[in-house]
């Protein structure tokens, strides 16, 4: 019994400072979110909708996930598969593929905009070509939408990919096999037989993925700046430092933490359930 | 034979397009920023100019932003290394303590920064911790971000150290904490210091919370945010180049350990 308390208080400080620094900050900004003048009201919930940028930050918010996280999905899967069936130089091209997660987000997101302002080497190539140069990131386009989904998804790729790689190492190779001899085509043996045995990685990199692509704030902010491409993380951040308003600003991100939260609760059911059928 | 052949081209045209963007940064820092302005851009360097770099090394800006990065991430380190040894030790050798925290911890991880850095920022201003010139706030800030990753690694890393080692040394008349500084750490030490590095790399290119907590007294990542909106080509470009230090000096020195390490932390 002594042993095992004092395990527990060797726990102590992490609880305690994850207490302080992250859970009472965020009851801080549920408390001030609620709160305008020293009376409690809704609102700040309200007068969000009154800001042009927010319904846009939203609807951006969801768009941008979904692009991405479909896009990383395929290409992990499919360059999982690539290198786990390469013999020679496996680990080089590991690298190469995780070179963009590697790279500081920053660093790797100021090279983008190099990439494709107006003046950039995209436009470059195109006008090479013959082509019209196109203006990628214009405010509030189509386009610049697509461009930062895409750009998120080149950069986090590598994770989707590092998860499934490892789960693809774990299945025996001798099932593939029996499937073959059971005269299996490579294309049903890959349906059939790899994806089931993946599923609990890939709702893995589901979870972490989406929790991120909800999340996600530097690849809009640094690509398009605030009123390019607004998401709800930016749109707070834009509240915050240039109008000063620290209730409005936490009412939105607020309502993003409690969207995650959900969200994420429903994936962790899921990856519970998908782990009992593999068992 | 013929889709493998197909798969390699795809890796290939892969590895080009992920090289471009480190070779621009590198380009662009070795040439002179009116090199990277030309219309159309120039793909190969004209003349090698190193005037960028120079100019890193005379701004005091760029200067006190890079002593503060090393600063932060040391701090950070340290913070993450102390406090997550303990509690990662504690969740490897009492299996209820493990499974409750790091269900704590995996929640912990899904908060989105800015529901926490600005209410920190409105608590930070309260207690002069905001825009702190040696970015005391900010180490904390990182922490919050860091301590969870760092624990669950070296919460596997504790569990791969046999209990019979330490049960022995007890057995021997070694008291708990005895036991942990004189048997399990120096047989956890390689995790450690991999868990170390990896704390000082997350805070080192850590941008959110940095954004928002150093607003004047920057350190690199956001002082690098200002110069590439403000358009100053040249020097965005030598500062990103010194930003990627670090991870590839460990990427060459540390490959196959910090690899399996964060590999193992991914999946969990």
């Known amino acids: 019994v002594r042993q095992k308390n004092f395990y527990r208080n060797l726990v102590l400080p992490l609880v305690i400072y994850l207490g302080a620094f992250l859970a009472y900050p965020f009851l801080f900004a549920l408390f001030i979110s609620f709160q305008r003048d020293g009376a409690y009201t809704l609102g700040n919930f309200i007068d969000l909708f009154d800001n042009p940028l927010f319904i846009p930050a939203v609807r951006n918010n969801i768009i941008i996930p979904l692009i991405s996280i479909s896009l990383e999905m395929i290409l992990g899967i499919a360059l999982a598969v690539i290198v786990n069936r390469i013999k020679k130089h496996a680990t080089l091209f590991i690298v190469l593929i995780m070179l963009p997660f590697i790279m500081p987000n920053i660093v790797f997101l100021t090279a983008s905009r190099f990439i494709f302002s107006q003046h950039g080497y995209i436009n470059g190539v195109l006008v090479f070509l013959g082509l019209e140069p196109l203006y990628w990131l214009e405010p509030g386009s189509a386009l610049s939408l697509v461009l930062v989904s895409l750009v998120d998804a080149w950069r986090l790729t590598p994770l989707v990919f590092l998860i499934i790689l490892a789960a693809l190492k774990g299945i025996p190779k001798e099932l593939e096999d029996q499937a073959m001899v059971d005269g299996a085509s490579p294309r049903q043996c890959f349906f059939f037989v790899i994806l089931p045995m993946l599923i609990p990685a890939i709702i893995a990199s589901l979870v972490l993925r989406s929790v991120d692509a909800f999340r996600i704030f530097a690849t809009p902010l640094v690509l398009s700046g605030v009123e390019g491409v607004p998401c709800v993380s930016t749109f707070a951040y834009h509240l915050w430092s240039d109008y000063n308003n620290a209730s409005m600003a936490c009412a939105a991100s607020t309502i993003l933490a409690m969207l995650i939260l959900t969200i994420s609760s429903i994936y962790l059911r899921l990856w519970k359930r998908a782990e009992r059928i593999q068992i | ?268």
């Open chain 2, 1 to 268: 034979m013929r889709k493998i052949r197909f798969g390699l081209i795809l890796l290939i045209l892969l590895g080009i397009i992920n090289i471009f963007p480190l070779w621009i940064i590198f380009k662009q820092a070795i040439t002179s920023e009116k090199e990277s302005l030309l219309w159309p851009p120039t793909f190969l360097p004209h003349s090698v100019n190193f005037e960028n770099i120079f100019m890193f090394f005379k701004t005091g800006e760029t200067l006190k932003a890079l002593g503060l990065s090393l600063f932060v991430s040391l701090g950070t380190g340290l913070i993450s290394m102390v406090v997550g040894s303990l509690s990662g030790w504690a969740m490897a050798r009492e299996p209820k303590v493990g499974s409750k925290v790091s269900m704590f911890l995996i929640i912990a991880r899904m908060f989105p920064m800015v529901a926490i850095a600005i209410p920190l920022a409105v608590i930070f201003i309260k207690i002069g911790l905001y825009n702190h010139p040696y970015g005391i706030g900010l180490i904390f800030a990182h922490s919050i971000l860091v301590l969870p990753f760092v624990s669950l690694i070296l919460y596997s890393t504790f569990k791969s150290i046999p209990v019979a080692l330490e049960e022995q040394a007890q057995i021997d008349g070694c008291s708990l904490i005895g036991t942990f500084l004189k048997v399990t750490l120096p047989l956890a030490a390689p995790g450690i210091a991999s868990s170390f590095i990896i704390a000082f790399i997350l805070s080192w290119n850590e941008f959110g919370y940095s954004l928002l907590l150093q607003v004047t007294h920057r350190n690199l990542s956001p002082l690098l945010y200002y110069y590439t909106t403000f358009g100053s080509t040249g020097i965005a470009s030598a500062l990103s180049l010194i930003m990627i230090l670090p991870a590839v000096f460990i990427l060459l020195f540390f490959q196959r350990n910090i690899a399996s390490e964060s590999l193992a932390s991914f999946i969990k």
